[in-house]
């Protein structure tokens, strides 16, 4: 299984990017109303942000990750934080290095980028499954929120601690 790692730069991409979050809606189990989870899968395309897809020998996406700089709290003027929106990747590849290639991609393309990054932030739902994955492979642990939407996990990792995470791994130079 041959996978081409990239990042989104034309509009036929965002379309498919879009295309892809939106057929996979469900396996997302995103914890919020559909028009709240709208919102956060198209933010990285609506706010000109950072798309990364993972596409197989057949070109069609097996996999993403999406972003944005900055946070609602301060009306996304705190571009050192970096919100992850989106990642997803198909059951048959989650055994494969794809999450780790994708990783690799975006702390590149942060790192070139002219704004340094200090901080990155996700949120989940509050579920075990996740709850063990994330931190036995980022070591980082939640904050438990109780929003209007039922529990949520809240991460928060400096920067330098992903990139010294993904790094650790044999590198594949994008940029």
């Avoid at 571009?79 to 059951?91: A, C, D, F, K, N």
Wanted: charged share 20%; with cysteine; proline share 5%.
């Amino acid at each position: 299984m041959q996978v081409e790692i990239m990042r989104v730069s034309a509009f036929m991409y965002e379309q498919r990017y879009m295309e892809y979050v939106l057929d996979r809606y469900m396996q997302l189990e995103m914890p919020y109303p559909f028009s709240v989870s709208l919102g956060y899968l198209a933010s990285p395309v609506l706010m000109n942000e950072e798309i990364f897809l993972a596409l197989d020998d057949d070109h069609d996406i097996v996999g993403c990750l999406s972003l944005i700089r900055g946070t609602a709290e301060y009306n996304y003027e705190n571009r050192e934080v970096v919100q992850l929106q989106v990642v997803y990747i198909e059951p048959q590849y989650r055994a494969s290095r794809l999450f780790l290639q994708l990783l690799q991609l975006m702390t590149q393309c942060l790192r070139y980028l002219e704004e340094p990054v200090a901080e990155i932030q996700f949120w989940t739902k509050a579920d075990e499954r996740l709850l063990a994955l994330i931190t036995k492979r980022i070591k980082v642990q939640p904050q438990l929120h109780q929003s209007v939407y039922g529990p949520l996990h809240s991460y928060v990792l400096p920067y330098e601690k992903l990139e010294k995470y993904v790094s650790a791994f044999p590198q594949v130079n994008y940029f």
